[in-house]
């Protein structure tokens, strides 16, 4: 069964510092990472993807992935407290040339103290 | 472009009763997944109509059910509901393409409350 573990927290980080989000998952054949932002009482907003071993980049969004370590990373520069919220890690494999569900993992709470 | 939308966006049901609740994805997006988000168990799929045809389906008892019109809307329907199917059920639509870089976006979800 494939799993995504993610640190619940709650994270807290000063604003303006670096706020570094990790993940891991058990499916070696996963092949495409997400992240999404979820603020309380709303729905998941699509924040970086990623499909390649290494960095990618996105305004404030650095998203990290390593295959063989089976980890993905989120990185958010210059943090503002608008970005307080829950952070979810998604995985999804591609099987028989169709799509596949996100496996998501539980989240983790940041919070960006002013 | 207009995003995914969700009806009703709150519903009040008591144990037993059926409901069903309704997705229309984003324009030209072909497949729409459905998911269940519980504070204890967290974002779980349900299951992925593409053109009609549930393409994969989570692990969920046959009580959660679906289908996708012509349009791409789709309908999700829980029958005989249990106390523990209040939950926030969200949609996704994507292109529905293969390979990996299909992405699915997210509407604002329907809010469940079984009494």
């Known amino acids: 069964q494939k799993e995504v573990e993610q640190n619940s927290g709650p994270l807290s980080v000063p604003e303006g510092a670096i706020a570094s989000l990790n993940c891991t998952y058990s499916?070696?054949?996963?092949?495409?990472f997400f992240w999404y932002r979820q603020y309380s009482g709303k729905s998941p907003e699509l924040i970086m993807s990623i499909y390649s071993n290494g960095d990618k980049e996105d305004g404030r969004f650095t998203a990290q992935l390593n295959k063989a370590s089976q980890y993905v990373s989120l990185l958010i520069r210059d943090s503002q407290p608008s970005d307080s919220a829950t952070y979810l890690c998604a995985v999804k494999g591609v099987r028989g040339g169709g799509a596949d569900g996100l496996t998501f993992g539980k989240g983790t709470h940041l919070i960006i103290q002013p | 472009k207009a995003g995914v939308t969700q009806t009703p966006r709150y519903l009040i049901k008591t144990r037993g009763q059926q409901v069903t609740l309704s997705c229309s994805p984003i324009?030209?997006?072909?497949?729409v997944s459905w998911y269940q988000q519980t504070p204890g168990q967290g974002l779980q799929f349900l299951f992925e109509?593409?053109?009609?045809?549930?393409?994969n389906k989570g692990n969920f008892p046959g009580r959660f059910s679906g289908r996708q019109f012509s349009n791409s809307r789709s309908e999700m329907n829980v029958s005989t509901l249990e106390l523990g199917d209040s939950a926030l059920y969200l949609c996704?639509?994507?292109?529905?393409?293969?390979?990996?870089?299909?992405?699915?976006?997210f509407g604002p979800g329907t809010r469940l409350t079984v009494l």
């Open positions: 109509y593409f053109s009609e045809t549930q393409r």
């Open positions: 324009s030209g997006h072909r497949s």
């Open positions: 499916d070696r054949g996963s092949q495409s």
């Open positions: 996704a639509s994507s292109r529905g393409l293969a390979g990996p870089t299909d992405t699915q976006y």
